[in-house]
């Protein structure tokens, strides 16, 4: 069986992109110590030379910025860098965004994921289907129930023609 790899949840600071449990109220400026920089993950699952590297980021949200201690925060939301994502791009992955890049997810209020993650969940246990296919129905389902406010955004450059990531163990 080909090596596969796949992460959620996303947000971007000072130009890299970081991964960050959500509901850590601490991240302040420990952020480089408790966040996971997304570029050292891409560089780590790169050395093993996976079949594919897929990442699917739930992303652009600004809650770290208001999580922050003033001292920290004072030189941060002048930034035009805080909002969205920085783009990324490696050989043999496809990333998925839970938006484009510079803008900011629509959040779900009083429910438990964001509408990318929503829209994942509805999709992705779908058998030998191709990981393209099914962003594309995700995709269509995010616009559509945001008003396409919201538009999920992919970085592929997969050398393969098809990567699922469930296969129908019993070929039927």
């Given amino acids: 069986?080909?090596?596969?790899?796949?992460?959620?949840?996303?947000?971007?600071?000072?130009?890299e992109n970081y991964l960050i449990p959500k509901d850590d109220n601490n991240v302040g400026a420990d952020l480089r110590r408790r966040a996971l920089s997304v570029h050292s993950i891409l560089e780590k699952c790169s050395e093993s030379d996976p079949f594919a590297t897929i990442f699917l980021l739930?992303?652009?949200r600004t809650y770290p910025v208001d999580?922050?201690?003033e001292k920290y925060?004072?030189?941060?939301e002048q930034s035009p860098?805080?909002?969205?994502?920085k783009e990324m791009s490696y050989a043999g992955s496809l990333i998925a965004f839970?938006?484009?890049?510079?803008a900011v997810a629509n959040e779900c209020p009083g429910e438990r994921n964001g509408l990318f993650t929503k829209h994942i969940l509805q999709h992705i246990s779908k058998p030998?289907?191709?990981?393209?296919k099914i962003l594309a129905d995700v995709t269509n389902g995010v616009a559509q129930e945001s008003n396409f406010r919201q538009r999920p955004y992919l970085?592929?450059?997969l050398t393969h023609t098809h990567v699922c990531l469930y296969e129908n163990a019993t070929g039927t």
């Fill in 1 to 15: 069986m080909e090596t596969k790899s796949l992460m959620t949840i996303l947000n971007h600071f000072q130009g």
């Fill in 58 to 60: 739930d992303c652009c």
């Fill in 67 to 69: 999580q922050m201690n």
């Fill in 73 to 76: 925060r004072s030189g941060v």
């Fill in 81 to 85: 860098n805080m909002v969205g994502l």
């Fill in 98 to 102: 839970a938006c484009a890049p510079g």
């Fill in 128 to 132: 030998d289907q191709d990981i393209r």
């Fill in 155 to 157: 970085s592929v450059s």
